[in-house]
């Protein structure tokens, strides 16, 4: 039989109190979402005060992660005019997310699962996906 890795809802309850406390730490409430090695979500929260708009945002962050094995940020370079991925964002019924705050969760080289994070500015988001990394 073949087997694969992926995040556990034990990896991810660790990953979203990563993140959370960092994002408490800076101030802003954020959405932060989990998804395993298939890009299915696993868990998300939507901390008090953010963005209902950020929902879809973080969610879409994490799976564009991990169906593409790279940052939201690395895919958004590659996908703007003339780049070699131009139109990605128009891929996936729209799911695809180009800007920062996405990133994949990689164990023994293999991409696992990935993170996606909105709410805050697109550095904010990147700290918060940053520490929630971390704690994987």
Do not use: W
């Amino acid at each position: 039989m073949i087997q694969f890795a992926s995040v556990t809802l034990e990896d991810a309850r660790r990953i979203l109190t990563a993140g959370e406390a960092r994002a408490t730490e800076i101030g802003v409430p954020c959405n932060i979402a989990v998804v395993d090695a298939g890009a299915h979500l696993v868990a998300h929260i939507r901390m008090d005060g953010s963005q209902l708009g950020s929902i879809t945002h973080a969610i879409d962050k994490a799976f564009t992660s991990c169906a593409y094995r790279r940052t939201t940020e690395a895919l958004g370079r590659d996908g703007q005019p003339a780049g070699p991925l131009y139109g990605v964002a128009h891929t996936h019924q729209g799911r695809v997310v180009i800007f920062a705050g996405g990133i994949p969760l990689v164990h023994e080289g293999q991409v696992v699962g990935a993170i996606g994070v909105s709410g805050g500015t697109i550095e904010e988001d990147c700290t918060v996906a940053e520490a929630a990394v971390a704690a994987f």
